[in-house]
């Protein structure tokens, strides 16, 4: 397993950018699947970005699509997400998440192995 520490949530105005990032601890990381999942007060957590090993793949929710977009560094353990044209109902705690199979994009809580603590994000209309 990994470990997976979130940074970079904050306060920001509706149609700002914010970029999360998530450290990982442990050589399996440059084989992982990883994603970002989020959690709004009352609701499921939901899936929002996913990578797979390599980079070179990618998926998102439909609602992030065009605004939101995944990136990795295996050289340093990091996993990115970069969220442009934020939206008050993107307010939640961000979760990274990682799934031991390089070619598998966690994109629903089962596939998860390892979680992050999370970061809050909140976007203020």
């Known amino acids: 397993q990994v470990q997976l520490v979130e940074s970079g949530g904050g306060l920001v105005q509706a149609g700002g950018s914010l970029r999360l990032s998530c450290a990982a601890s442990?050589?399996?990381?440059?084989?992982?699947?990883m994603g970002w999942f989020r959690q709004a007060p009352g609701k499921e957590r939901e899936f929002v970005a996913g990578v797979i090993w390599n980079g070179r793949g990618t998926n998102y929710a439909d609602s992030v699509k065009g605004r939101f977009t995944i990136s990795r560094d295996n050289a340093k353990n990091t996993v990115y997400l970069q969220m442009d044209s934020l939206k008050p109902e993107d307010t939640a705690i961000y979760y990274c998440a990682a799934n031991p199979n390089p070619w598998i994009i966690p994109t629903e809580a089962n596939k998860v192995n390892s979680w992050g603590q999370g970061t809050q994000v909140t976007v203020s209309s």
């Open positions: 442990g050589r399996t990381f440059s084989s992982a699947g």
